[in-house]
Nanobody, 125 residues
Framework: QVRLVESGGGLVQAGGSLRLSCLVSGRSLNDCTVGWFRQAAGKERDFIVGVNWSGDSDSTDAVKGRLTISKDNARNTVSLQMNSLKPEETAVYYC???????????????????WGQGTQVTVSS
């Protein structure tokens, strides 16, 4: 059974940085795609960045250059480094995974079969 556990959320001032981690158990990162999503209060859960089994990544224009995804296959951990954070990025951040060696990272929520419980990120102005 796949289990994803996020950590690293918290309170940060606008312009600050946070690093989130997603520990994936039950699957090897060599065989799955992992995505990060976020959901602000009252809004949809949106894709922000993801990485596939071979290390290819995709991110939205809104976060490109500020939020960077990386993975450590040996530790089965996917990290999200977030810099220059903005108050409007306050949300619950989720990691999600789907097993399989897909060429491209999907931005669709429905593609992912396993989800973490989420971690709150609050950016104060």
């Amino acid at each position: 059974q796949v289990r994803l556990v996020e950590s690293g959320g918290g309170l940060v001032q606008a312009g600050g940085s946070l690093r989130l981690s997603c520990l994936v158990s039950g699957r090897s990162l060599n065989d799955c795609t992992v995505g990060w999503f976020r959901q602000a209060a009252g809004k949809e859960r949106d894709f922000i960045v993801g990485v596939n089994w071979s290390g290819d990544s995709d991110s939205t224009d809104a976060v490109k250059g500020r939020l960077t995804i990386s993975k450590d296959n040996a530790r089965n951990t996917v990290s999200l480094q977030m810099n220059s954070l903005k108050p409007e990025e306050t949300a619950v951040y989720y990691c999600a995974a789907r097993m399989g060696r897909y060429r491209r990272v999907s931005r669709e929520k429905g593609f992912y079969t396993d989800w973490g419980q989420g971690t709150q990120v609050t950016v104060s102005s």
